[in-house]
C-alpha cells in the first residue's frame, strides 16, 4: 500500500519563486489536507478539502493555493515563495463522515527551504 | 492562539524509565488523539480518546482521557531506545453546517522525548 505520497521530498527555492508540491493517495480518501511543521509549533493547518472540487482554508492559509479535481490528488501551490514558508509541509488524509476522531494517514513531508 | 499545551517540551530519560507526557486546555473536546513521529516521516496515530475518564493501553504507553474532557496524558512504562520521537497530542473538530464530519486536527507543539541506552 502506498498510502500516502508527496513529492519531492526536498526542495530549495529562492524568493520570489512559485512551486507545486504534490500529493497523492490511493485509499480512496474524502478528506484531504496540509499542515506544515516549524520547531516548537507542532503542526498548523494550511489548507484542507472534503472531497473532489471543494476546498476550504485551514489556520495558515495566506500565500498558498490548492485545488482538488480529483479524489486522489491535492497540490499545494506556492504562489510566491518567501522565507517564512520555509518548513517541512505534511499533506494527511481520513475517510469524513460520521464519527469522531478519524485517524489521518500523512505523508513522509516536503522539506523545504527558501533562500 | 494555542488550544493545546503540551508539557514538557524535550524529555531526555535512560531505557527503563518511566515518563509521562501531559496535553492540557481550557477547552472541552469531543475526542483527543495521540500521534507519534520519527524523524522524516509523517506523524502515525497511535490513540483516539472518546469518553471523558477513558484509559486505553497500547503495550507499555497507557493514555487516559481527563474526567472533564479537557486534558489527557501519555504514561509510557520502562521506556526503550525505539520510543525516541515526537509525540504529539490533537483535538479533531468538525467540518462544514451540521458537525457530522470530523477531520480537522489543531495539534499541540509537541513533546520530543529521546530515551538513552
Known amino acids: 500500500n502506498a498510502g500516502v505520497t508527496q513529492t519531492p521530498k526536498f526542495q530549495v527555492l529562492k524568493t520570489g519563486q512559485s512551486m507545486t508540491l504534490q500529493c497523492a493517495q490511493d485509499m480512496n480518501h474524502e478528506y484531504m489536507s496540509w499542515y506544515r511543521q516549524d520547531p516548537g509549533m507542532g503542526l498548523r493547518l494550511i489548507h484542507y478539502s472534503v472531497g473532489a472540487g471543494i476546498t476550504d482554508q485551514g489556520e495558515v492559509p495566506n500565500g498558498y493555493n490548492v485545488s482538488r479535481s480529483t479524489t486522489e490528488d491535492f497540490p499545494l501551490r506556492l504562489l510566491s515563495a518567501a522565507p517564512s514558508q520555509t518548513s517541512v509541509y505534511f499533506c494527511a488524509s481520513s475517510q469524513s463522515g460520521r464519527g469522531q476522531g478519524q485517524p489521518q494517514h500523512f505523508g513522509d513531508g516536503t522539506r523545504l527551504s527558501i533562500l | 492562539t494555542q488550544l493545546l499545551e503540551q508539557s514538557p517540551q524535550f524529555l531526555s530519560i535512560q531505557e527503563g524509565e518511566n515518563l509521562t507526557v501531559y496535553c492540557n486546555s481550557s477547552s472541552v473536546f469531543s475526542s483527543l488523539q495521540w500521534y507519534r513521529q520519527e524523524p522524516g516521516e509523517g506523524p502515525v496515530l497511535l490513540v483516539t480518546v472518546v469518553t471523558g475518564g477513558e484509559v486505553k493501553k497500547l503495550k507499555r504507553l497507557t493514555f487516559q482521557f481527563g474526567d472533564a474532557r479537557k486534558d489527557s496524558s501519555l504514561h509510557i512504562t520502562a521506556a526503550q531506545t525505539g520510543d525516541t520521537g515526537l509525540y504529539l497530542c490533537?483535538?479533531?473538530?468538525?467540518?462544514?453546517?451540521?458537525?457530522?464530519?470530523?477531520?480537522?486536527?489543531?495539534f499541540g507543539q509537541g513533546t520530543i522525548l529521546t530515551v538513552h541506552p
Open positions: 490533537a483535538f479533531c473538530s468538525p467540518l462544514g453546517a451540521g458537525g457530522t464530519s470530523y477531520g480537522k486536527l489543531t
